[in-house]
């Protein structure tokens, strides 16, 4: 099966700061999606981007499918970006990497 | 507006009794429907997925199972919990427009004692 790889598994931040986050896939997908899971469990999508670029206010992701890859952006971090962030790339069901851990201090 | 509910939020049950877990989603019809369990250290295990009533897909041997008795309802059981059944479930859908990619539910937080 496809295999998720995410980096780094663990991040923190000071506020303020900007931050990349990276997933690499092993093989051809249709779609890609960004999940950040907050820390009540719930998973809230961020991004639906199977390639190309899309900005959603300080948050910005990258996909570039023919090398494999896709990059979320996230500028002048706050407390409330805390959590894990999830890359899941599917044809039909979704391959979920182990996800990057994101605390962000004050 | 399409929407997908899951219940109870939290759960904990002894070793030994039954379980029910239930997802329905409003706003659509014929949806994929999906369960996945995530135990601590993060990584998220697909368990089932229906494409429709009573159409049941298992990915994982468990001490599960899902049943899909309406059109937008999905069902996880298991007749006997086990200490390792802890986990949090998520119910997942895949909306009409494939522009906003899957869809979770808000999680059952699963403590077996």
């Known amino acids: 099966g496809i295999q998720v790889e995410q980096s780094p598994p663990d991040l923190i931040l000071q506020e303020g700061a900007n931050s990349t986050l990276r997933c690499n896939f092993s093989?051809?997908?249709?779609?890609l999606q960004w999940f950040h899971q907050n820390p009540w469990g719930q998973l809230i999508n961020l991004f639906y981007?199977?390639?190309g670029t899309k900005q959603n206010g300080r948050l910005s992701a990258t996909t570039v499918a023919t090398e494999r890859y896709s990059l979320l952006y996230i500028s002048s971090s706050q407390t409330t970006d805390s959590g894990v962030y999830f890359c899941?790339?599917?044809?039909?069901?979704?391959?979920f990497g182990r996800g990057t851990s994101l605390i962000v201090h004050p | 507006s399409q929407t997908i509910h899951q219940w109870p939020a939290t759960l904990v049950q002894p070793v030994g009794s039954p379980l029910s877990l239930e997802c329905t989603v409003e706003?659509?019809?014929?949806?994929?429907l999906y369960w996945y369990r995530q135990a601590a250290g993060r990584g998220l295990q697909l368990l089932f997925y229906?494409?429709?009533?009573?159409?049941i897909s298992s990915e994982v041997p468990q001490n599960l199972s899902a049943s899909r008795p309406q059109d937008r309802q999905f069902i996880l059981s298991s007749k006997k919990l086990l200490l390792s059944d802890s986990g949090f479930y998520l119910c997942?859908?895949?909306?009409?427009?494939?522009?906003?990619?899957?869809?979770f539910g808000s999680g059952t937080r699963l403590t077996v004692v």
């Open positions: 899941a790339v599917y044809n039909y069901i979704p391959t």
């Open positions: 981007i199977p390639s």
């Open positions: 093989d051809s997908v249709n779609n």
């Open positions: 706003g659509t019809s014929n949806p994929n």
């Open positions: 997942a859908w895949f909306p009409d427009s494939q522009a906003y990619g899957y869809t």
């Open positions: 229906s494409v429709g009533i009573g159409q």
